[in-house]
């Protein structure tokens, strides 16, 4: 990912609304000495959904993202828009897929 976009990004994906809570740290599977990187918490901006620690990948390491999720974090100024408490629980309710 390129430099002087990774902490927009990152920013984008730690701002997201969460859908699932999780109580346990993850581990960095790059650098097991990293114990602690962020918690595996489903966020989401309405349209996408994601891990919280895919930002640390994002601003640690520069990983990829595909191009329209890029595009959409663009269109949305670098920022997730906010979302009711309705919205995410019909997020929630619906069945998606980890990916």
Known sequence: MPEDIRRPVARYLMGGAA???ARWPVSDVLDPCKTHI?????LTDGTWEW???LAYYVAEYGVGLPAEF???????GWEPPPLTPDEVLALREEQRPYE
């Open 19 to 21: 859908l699932v809570i």
């Open 38 to 42: 962020g918690y595996p918490h489903r």
């Open 70 to 76: 890029i595009m959409t974090m663009r269109g949305n």
């Open 51 to 53: 891990s919280e620690y």
